[in-house]
């Protein structure tokens, strides 16, 4: 009874966690995975376990060669591959960024996102903990925005102008507090005197 009820409870914590989380083995094939990558995936469960994790995710390189996701000569690059090779290789933890293209929805999409490996045993086999964690809100702050060069405002997604505290406020939920750099309080200063 108490190694069922830790082998509910431990898939209970599995899937309660956000990020996409497979099992997988040295190709990459996935053994396992946690409810978020499933609802990610929304592919039957036989067409996920045991196959690849860049045909599994749609990545548009997969396709590249016959032989499928980790093949092609863009593969020797793909950041997963090398993270779970690396954690094979003995690596604790590897957290590495990247940008994934995926094909979701018919549609070629970029994927940003923080991928972690850690290697355990299970079964006396060698297996590592992919986790993916979706960044893509994060990267967006590294793009480009357009901000007008004399009054400031940013141009949203909507084209509509704002000002940037209301631009990040409404995007990302940030707040910002106000004060004045040390130049700045030196000139601020300057002109009040000059007024008194």
């Not at 704002?162 to 700045?184: A, M, N, T």
Request: a neutral charge.
């Amino acid at each position: 009874m108490n190694d069922r009820l830790d082998a509910e409870m431990l898939r209970s914590v599995f899937d309660a966690l956000p990020s996409l989380i497979f099992v997988v083995d040295e190709d990459v094939r996935i053994q396992e995975y946690n409810a978020a990558a499933a609802e990610f995936l929304s592919d039957k469960r036989d067409a996920i376990l045991k196959h690849r994790g860049g045909e599994v995710l749609h990545c548009l390189h997969s396709t590249d060669v016959t032989e499928g996701c980790g093949r092609a000569p863009f593969c020797k690059n793909c950041v997963i591959r090398n993270s779970v090779d690396e954690a094979f290789k003995g690596s604790r933890i590897l957290r590495s960024r990247t940008k994934l293209d995926i094909i979701r929805d018919g549609h070629k999409t970029e994927l940003f996102a923080l991928i972690t490996c850690s290697p355990f045993r299970y079964r006396d086999k060698p297996h590592v903990l992919l986790v993916i964690e979706d960044i893509s809100i994060i990267a967006e702050l590294k793009r480009m925005i357009p901000i007008c060069s004399v009054c400031r405002q940013v141009q949203d997604e909507k084209e509509s102008w704002s000002r940037i505290e209301v631009y990040f406020k409404k995007q990302w939920d940030v707040d910002f507090s106000h004060g004045l750099c040390p130049k700045c309080y030196q000139n601020e200063m300057a002109k009040l005197k000059r007024y008194m």
